[in-house]
């Protein structure tokens, strides 16, 4: 596949239970990047993967929040504990990760995510 | 607040016509990249316009910047009706390692 690829495209859940996000990133490209899309907003960053690198943490809301990157390669976030705020489109990017992150951001079409 | 802000939040234009937007911005920049969407789901890259650079083409597409404005703008020329669909900046912000901080966007629509 030429693109990033996330599953499922679309997901409800009842609040309080755990839901798993995948992306497939584009081959051969080291950064990951997660986001998050309210109804009517603009993109909200949540957590950003470079290589081996720490990931950047600083736009996960809460704790309920995690991320993983398995092999450098496929990444999953995971929301525990549900609430109705977590209802929104979450959206994956990748990028070559030459320039410390710093060039052009390939998206996913994002898993639409609602939360009963 | 949101790093970086369109105006207008919503254009209405006939096929033909050319659609102007902006982008202003509060911090300083490695770049600016704007992006569409349609019907809310995945972004389409457009435009990357590097900090050091004031005006890039390509197609119908015209981006300028003026860092000393803290502001970009995107035209798009002879309008299509496919052109429909939400516009974003997103500003790559110095220290932040590539993470893209964008406006709420411009929502274009297209008549024909």
């Known amino acids: 596949g030429a693109g990033v690829s996330q599953s499922p495209s679309n997901k409800v859940t009842e609040k309080g239970k755990d839901v798993e996000l995948r992306c497939d990133p584009i081959?051969?490209?080291?950064?990951l990047y997660w986001y998050r899309q309210s109804l009517g907003q603009g993109l909200e960053f949540l957590i950003y993967?470079?290589?081996?690198?720490?990931?950047?943490k600083s736009g996960l809301p809460s704790d309920r929040f995690s991320a993983e990157r398995t092999g450098g390669s496929v990444s999953t976030l995971t929301i525990q504990r549900t609430q109705q705020e977590d209802s929104a489109v979450y959206l994956c990017a990748s990028s070559l990760g030459l320039a410390g992150g710093r060039e052009t951001q390939y998206f996913g079409p994002g898993t639409r995510l609602l939360v009963l | 607040s949101q790093q970086g802000e369109e105006d207008p939040q919503a254009l209405s234009i006939q096929e033909g016509e050319n659609a102007t937007m902006n982008c202003s911005y509060k911090?300083?920049?490695?770049?600016l990249q704007w992006y569409r969407q349609n019907s809310g789901r995945g972004l389409v890259h457009l435009i990357l316009?590097?900090?050091?650079?004031r005006e890039k083409h390509s197609g119908r597409l015209r981006v300028t910047l003026d860092t000393s404005k803290k502001s970009s703008s995107l035209l798009i020329t002879a309008s299509r009706a496919a052109d429909t669909a939400s516009y974003f900046c997103?500003?790559?912000?110095?220290?932040?390692?590539?993470?893209?901080?964008f406006g709420a966007g411009t929502q274009v629509v297209v008549t024909p």
């Open positions: 911090t300083s920049i490695n770049n």
């Open positions: 997103a500003t790559d912000v110095m220290g932040s390692w590539g993470k893209l901080q």
């Open positions: 081959s051969g490209h080291t950064a």
């Open positions: 316009i590097r900090s050091n650079e």
């Open positions: 993967f470079q290589g081996n690198s720490a990931p950047d």
